[in-house]
């Protein structure tokens, strides 16, 4: 695949393996924010925190901002008045910026690809901005966010427009509501940065 941006270009081309992410984003972590809001025009971490905010407007409920990275979405949560907000990312040196922000209350190194150090039921609302998207999580990653949130929460997530066919995203999702999990209540087209996504709202039951 190629990108407009070269960084977006090495980003997307990843192999999966994890050391090369955190490698990649570690390159990344001080230039992420200018790069992405003022060069790209990343708007999906205020978009996705709309969304949610519509969703549960009462502030005092617990968040996880799964695949952090430097905060935005985070900081975009803040701006909302959500004072009970964790993070975590596979990127240590991402979480270090997000934690300069001061808009979290746990922090945590965590690989979406697999199990998650949470127990069931954990939060009652997830927010997931950018991590669903080339060589990074799969749609797989749905299931631990779905397992970690409260029975009528929501997650709230974007999906890149060019894997949500590829990587059969509406399979998976459909495979899940099926099994009696959780139920899709939106997966609308959304504004990303140069690119659109896939705003997916789920509610587990």
Known sequence: MKSENEILD????????PEECRDAYKDWAENYDTDTVEGMGYVA???????????????AIRILDAGCGTGLAGLELNKRGYAHVDGMD???????????????EDLREADMTEKLDYPDNAYDAIICVGAFTH????????????????????????????????DKYPTHLKALEASGKVRIREADEADYHVHKCRLVVLEPV
Do not use: C
């Open 45 to 59: 971490p205020a978009v996705a925190s709309d969304k949610l905010r519509a969703l549960h407007p009462d502030t």
């Open 90 to 104: 596979l990127s240590p040196d991402m979480l270090t910026l997000a934690r300069r922000k001061e808009v979290y």
């Open 10 to 17: 090495r980003i997307y081309n990843l192999s999966g393996d």
């Open 135 to 166: 060589a990074h999580v799969g749609p797989q990653g749905f299931d631990e966010l779905v397992r970690i949130t409260r029975p009528g929460g929501s997650i709230v997530a974007t999906v890149h427009e060019d894997v949500w066919d590829e």
